[in-house]
């Protein structure tokens, strides 16, 4: 869903790969129009159950924002 007129809006999510041990995400930031703003890609080296992957991914996303 589109935020509201000037507003932006921050989606992230986190994949956590068990072969190698790691866990990657990414953060997509778009305006209400729907176009790319922003975006971030990282990559971890430490298997994280998904939700706390999910978590670090928001922790980091806002601390880059």
Do not use: Y
Not at 37 to 54: F, G, M, V, Y
């Amino acid at each position: 869903m589109k935020p509201p007129e000037i507003w932006l809006k921050c989606n992230v999510d986190a994949a956590s790969f068990g072969v190698d041990q790691s866990t990657s995400f990414v953060v997509v930031v778009r305006d209400s129009n729907g176009v790319l703003d922003k975006s971030l890609t990282s990559h971890h080296r430490a298997n994280l159950e998904p939700k706390l992957a999910e978590a670090f991914a928001i922790q980091d996303a806002l601390s880059w924002l």
